[in-house]
């Protein structure tokens, strides 16, 4: 007769947070804490990078839509201030954003 090597027991995932004993939240912002500071330095890079890009991409779509004497009326006081705004409205939305973002 042959039997089955028995299974290895599957790891689970541990509820509580290593760092600080808090539970876990399913979020997909990493925690600051977990962090050293050559990685916060990069993820700084990386979010401020991707602010210039996305600002670039407004500030010459806004441009564009300047050469279209029909629209160059309403693009400039109304589109352009909107379109202004929106880096500043992502970043109030995602820094308001999880588990814990009146604490934080």
Excluded at 34 to 44: D, W
Aim: hydrophobic share 45%; net charge negative.
């Amino acid at each position: 007769c042959h039997r089955a090597a028995p299974r290895p027991a599957s790891p689970t995932p541990s509820l509580v947070h290593q760092a600080s004993g808090r539970p876990k939240m399913d979020s997909p912002f990493v925690d600051p804490g977990e962090l050293n500071s050559s990685q916060l330095i990069f993820l700084t890079l990386v979010y401020a990078t991707v602010l210039y890009q996305a600002s670039n991409l407004i500030s010459g779509g806004s441009e564009l839509l300047m050469l279209l004497p029909s629209v160059a009326a309403l693009v400039g006081s109304v589109v352009l201030p909107i379109l202004g705004a929106v880096p500043d409205g992502m970043m109030v939305l995602f820094s308001g954003v999880g588990p814990n973002a009146q604490e934080t």
